[in-house]
């Protein structure tokens, strides 16, 4: 409990961080929580087309552009999150 309080009052504390510093923070935590939904996303839809594909080998085409065009979505998801993580830590 002792380390909680010390750790707290560290962070709490902005006489020791800098801008620079809380920049650094604040673009690593963006990245970091902007990149676990479209990873979640991305596993989620590909498990369910293949499990689709499993059961139903003949709708390969219409399941692969749907998953395709998915991915293209999740991802562009996590490409806006880096690109406010740049955002944050150089301007």
Do not use: C, W
Request: charged fraction near 10%.
């Amino acid at each position: 409990m002792h380390f909680l309080t010390a750790l707290m009052s560290i962070l709490l504390d902005t006489t020791h961080i800098s801008d620079d510093g809380m920049k650094s923070i604040g673009a690593g935590f963006a990245i970091g929580m902007g990149a676990i939904g479209p990873a979640l996303g991305i596993g989620l839809l590909v498990s369910k087309a293949m499990e689709s594909l499993g059961r139903n080998p003949e709708a390969r085409g219409a399941i692969q552009t749907n998953m395709i065009l998915g991915l293209a979505f999740a991802e562009a998801i996590g490409i806006y999150a880096l690109l406010v993580a740049i955002i944050i830590k150089f301007v």
